[in-house]
């Protein structure tokens, strides 16, 4: 399977992914009902999550793998996101910004100088949700508010007023609420 995962390429002679997982559950949230089974609040998508797994042999081929399987350990550490590609036949399929979550890794048989021979890796990445998409969420759902305080003199003496407003937008319709005292 021919993957690429931000500059690390899973091919044949190199570190080869054998198995694609993926897996999407949505956000919900239980909330308790005394005497009766919780209400399900239903918070939207979750990140999507792909397992990666792959099985292969440092000795064959290139070699290359383990100086692979090294830099993908600092890319899991860096938390980095990075665009994940799958050539499926002729055409690329293109998933996206994710972000490389968790790597385990088992190596056995070893040879006399200490390499092993067979390397078994999991890789785990999370779709990254930073970027348009969670801008546009935040724009949808962003609750506003806003203090003001302002004070003035005039010929009737001292006038003072504060005033608490807070509004929400949804799809361009704005609804706001405020009050204010004046003394």
Same mark, same amino acid.
């Given at each position: 399977?021919?993957? $690429?995962?931000?500059?690390?390429?899973?091919?044949?002679?190199?570190?080869?992914?054998?198995?694609?997982?993926?897996?999407?559950? #949505?956000?919900?949230? $239980?909330?308790?009902?005394?005497?009766?089974?919780?209400?399900?609040?239903?918070?939207? #998508? $979750?990140?999507?999550?792909?397992?990666?797994?792959?099985?292969?042999?440092?000795?064959?081929?290139?070699?290359?793998?383990?100086?692979?399987?090294?830099?993908?350990?600092?890319?899991?550490?860096?938390?980095?996101?990075?665009?994940?590609?799958?050539?499926?036949?002729?055409?690329?399929?293109?998933?996206?910004?994710?972000?490389?979550?968790?790597?385990?890794?088992?190596?056995?048989?070893?040879?006399?100088?200490?390499?092993?021979?067979?390397?078994?890796?999991?890789?785990?990445?999370?779709?990254?949700?930073?970027?348009?998409?969670?801008?546009?969420?935040?724009?949808?759902?962003?609750?506003?508010?806003?203090?003001?305080?302002?004070?003035?003199?005039?010929?009737?003496?001292?006038?003072?007023?504060?005033?608490?407003?807070?509004?929400?937008?949804?799809?361009?319709?704005?609804?706001?609420?405020?009050?204010?005292?004046?003394?």
């Amino acid at each position: 399977m021919l993957m $690429a995962f931000g500059p690390f390429r899973f091919t044949v002679p190199t570190y080869s992914v054998e198995t694609l997982r993926r897996s999407v559950q #949505p956000r919900v949230e $239980a909330q308790p009902v005394i005497g009766a089974l919780p209400t399900l609040h239903r918070l939207g #998508p $979750a990140n999507e999550q792909i397992t990666l797994s792959s099985t292969f042999h440092p000795h064959h081929l290139n070699g290359r793998g383990l100086a692979q399987l090294s830099g993908i350990r600092q890319v899991v550490n860096a938390l980095q996101p990075m665009m994940l590609t799958h050539i499926d036949g002729a055409r690329p399929n293109v998933f996206g910004l994710w972000i490389a979550a968790g790597l385990e890794d088992e190596s056995t048989m070893f040879d006399p100088s200490g390499k092993p021979s067979q390397v078994t890796t999991t890789l785990t990445l999370l779709q990254y949700g930073g970027g348009a998409a969670s801008a546009r969420a935040i724009a949808m759902g962003v609750v506003a508010g806003s203090l003001g305080i302002s004070a003035s003199i005039g010929a009737g003496g001292i006038s003072v007023s504060a005033g608490i407003s807070a509004g929400i937008s949804f799809g361009g319709v704005n609804v706001s609420a405020g009050f204010k005292i004046g003394f």
